[in-house]
């Protein structure tokens, strides 16, 4: 900004695009001259806390021939390493082509400019700057100066980038859980089928080998889909009281013989950890994951290390994404080959992978369980020097963790077959027809009888039009304004003494917050023979059959 001003600002446009936005184009002035420092305008800019700097057009390359103090904290400079270098010196790996032409397009063109780009300090890291560059003419109308003001928005623009991303994650996870829904009932036809098949197959081998490839597909398929709906944030979880140093002291055998002799595990476990409110099973499964990536990523060996540590969010919680409160943290760190930014930024999409073989739904899964966990991942890495991956959880508060599974295992008889005594009547409800039918021939093979019905409203009208029900046996998913959970509390209330099992190949609502699962029990899909024999017997319970009508009253726990 040059030292004797009678400065004419012209208010034509914004170049930051805001409508109605007052903003200048160009400057004139009629002294011309950087000798002056003594005015109160370079006493202004000197004082005011915006990064601010002229360069010359007139000399070769552009270089900058004014810097205030602002400017040279934000970049951490010296005056004497600014003054006479172009501005590209601030550019780096990271910064957008696009933006950088932009800026050249518009000084070639000496007119107003505003863009974001992304600029590099001093020692090395980046941050987003908003950068306006206007120019400055004199009365005759001869550029003499660029001046060009600036803005650290790098909080701004990680905001942004997070919540874009969460954005693209969270309609992924739509998609996929919908997409499970139907791909589960679909296996549960291929299985049910594959099932009924094998036992008509005989003695044809080349038959029941065929059957028995068909079916561990068709597993294969059960786990495909159980990965996506992990990620995807829509598996029920069965949390209870977990201290992060007992379940990493206890799974260690697991975890280093999954990781090979190559390399070191070091646990470094902090004293006192207060516990979490966690699903255990789930959170094995997400150490095991992160720890096999960490093995993968070196191929000679290394160390990598399992810590554990307390974190007290407060003023930080934005940065965090995550509530203010204490957390206990799980952290992974291994000294591998490390990710490349853009491959760390995609690292937790489902099916991205660097590695081959490979799914992509390692980091995914753990990023659904732990977000479905009120918690959040984090991933550090850098190319060539390892990466660190942090699972932070809430500690644990007042809210009851789910109750212990009932012990059924001596329930029932092992072959699969019915108990003996009188015979059962069991209500399937079911909108797809194939489905309805695998479960009904499943039953009527292990000895029950079956009736069908569409839709919630139809179960009811034949419960309240027939003698005896057992058991009702219910999809949680259906369309209209009846889904399982609904007909599951109507019959509970209608028929106290009625036994009931959901099944599901997805449910958004077992997630939801405030869905009342008690006394309720779900089989998910796609379910086996066998597990649909074990459930159905430990619902029944081996008591009298239950009555709608209230007479004989059956009180069902489980």
């Known amino acids: 900004m040059p030292a004797t001003r009678d400065l004419d600002s012209r208010h034509v446009y914004s170049p930051t695009g805001i409508p109605g936005a007052r903003h200048w184009e160009e400057g004139y002035i009629t002294r011309p001259g950087l000798d002056d420092r003594s005015s109160v305008f370079f006493a202004a800019v000197e004082m005011t806390r915006m ?80 950068l306006f560059i206007g120019p400055i003419f004199d009365q005759d109308g001869k550029l003499l100066y660029f001046f060009a003001s600036q803005m650290d928005v790098t909080r701004r623009r990680t905001s942004e980038q997070a919540f874009r991303q969460a954005q693209k994650m969270e309609a992924i996870g739509q998609l996929t859980a919908g997409l499970s829904h139907d791909f589960n009932n679909l296996l549960q036809v291929i299985s049910g089928n594959l099932e009924i098949a094998a036992s008509r197959a005989g003695n044809d081998e080349a038959l029941r080998r065929a059957i028995d490839r068909a079916g561990r597909a068709a ?11 992990t990620f995807a944030r829509k598996q029920r979880l069965e949390p209870r009281r977990v201290n992060l140093n007992t379940l990493v002291v206890e799974f260690s055998e697991m975890l280093v013989r999954t990781i090979g002799d190559k390399v070191d595990l070091r646990l470094d476990l902090k004293p006192g950890l207060p516990s979490s409110t966690l699903d255990p099973v789930h959170l094995e499964m997400a150490l095991l994951n992160v720890l096999i990536n960490a093995r993968d990523a070196m191929p000679d060996g290394g160390r990598v290390t399992v810590a554990t540590a307390t974190r007290t969010v407060n003023g930080k919680a934005a940065a965090h994404q995550l509530p203010p409160g204490s957390y206990v943290v799980l952290c992974v760190t291994d000294d591998g080959l490390g990710m490349a930014p853009e491959v760390a930024q995609r690292a937790t999409e489902p099916f991205f992978t660097t590695k081959s073989p490979g799914t992509g739904l390692g980091l995914a899964m753990v990023h659904g369980f732990v977000q479905q966990s009120h918690g959040r ?127 599901t190949g997805y449910t958004d609502e077992a997630t939801a917050p405030g869905a009342d699962w008690s ?40």
């Open 51 to 130: 990064p601010m700097l002229v360069t010359d057009p007139n000399q070769p390359d552009n270089p900058i021939v004014f810097s205030n103090l602002a400017f040279l904290e934000l970049t951490q400079y010296d005056e004497s390493e600014v003054l006479g270098r172009n501005c590209r010196f601030l550019q780096g790996p990271q910064t957008d082509p696009e933006a950088v032409d932009e800026i050249r397009t518009a000084l070639t063109e000496q007119r107003a400019v505003a863009v974001d780009i992304l600029n590099y300090r001093r020692d090395g890291t980046p941050f987003w700057n908003a």
């Open 219 to 229: 597993g294969q398929g059960a786990k495909l889909t159980q990965q996506l709906l």
């Open 377 to 503: 991942l984090e991933i550090e890495s850098r190319t060539g020097e390892g990466t660190t991956v942090r699972m932070i959880f809430p500690v644990e508060t007042s809210r009851t963790p789910a109750p212990e599974p009932e012990d059924v295992s001596g329930i029932g008889q092992a072959d699969g077959k019915s108990a003996p005594g009188p015979i059962r009547t069991i209500l399937v409800v079911e909108d797809n027809d194939d489905v309805c039918h695998v479960a009904a021939t499943h039953l009527r093979g292990l000895g029950y009888r079956v009736i069908c019905a569409r839709s919630g409203e139809e179960a009811l009208d034949l419960l309240d039009d027939r003698d005896s029900v057992d058991l009702l046996f219910t999809d949680l998913v259906m369309p209209g304004g009846m889904n399982g959970l609904v007909l599951a509390r109507r019959v509970r209330d209608r028929f106290p003494g009625l036994p009931v099992l959901l099944t």
């Open 519 to 558: 006394g309720m029990d779900i089989l998910n899909k796609p379910y086996r023979r066998s597990d649909l024999a074990e459930r159905i017997r430990a619902a029944l319970g081996g008591g009298e059959a239950a009555r709608p009508n209230g007479a004989e009253k059956f009180q069902h726990e489980g």
